[in-house]
């Protein structure tokens, strides 16, 4: 198991950009997936972006070329930068730890875009 902590939302008008950040209580490195999820009222949680241990990466097709994932094993920390951000960006913001023994995720970080 892994406890996850998620930081860096807030309020941004459209085009802006926020980091988010995902601090782990243990080491990431041998984690499979570390992903971003995300939820807008009313909507399904969606897959944002999420990267392997060896270091691929996968995106939704909605941020592709906007967000990046990243990951520092050193810190135990994956990060989100989103840049050019969009009002439909709005969401709540989870990060996932996924390995063959177990699924966990963070408690969540809103993220407002205005418009």
């Known amino acids: 198991q892994v406890q996850l902590v998620e930081s860096g939302g807030g309020l941004v008008q459209a085009g802006g950009s926020l980091r988010l950040s995902c601090a782990a209580s243990r080491s990431i490195f041998s984690i499979s997936i570390m992903g971003w999820y995300r939820q807008a009222p009313g909507k399904q949680r969606e897959l944002v972006a999420a990267i392997t241990s060896g270091g691929s990466t996968n995106y939704a097709d909605s941020v592709k070329g906007r967000f990046t994932i990243s990951r520092d094993n050193a810190k135990n920390t994956v990060f989100l930068q989103m840049n050019s951000l969009k009002p439909e960006d709005t969401a709540v913001y989870y990060c996932?730890?996924?390995?063959?023994?177990?699924?966990?995720w963070g408690q969540g970080t809103q993220v407002t875009v205005s418009s």
């Open positions: 996932n730890a996924k390995s063959g023994l177990f699924d966990n």
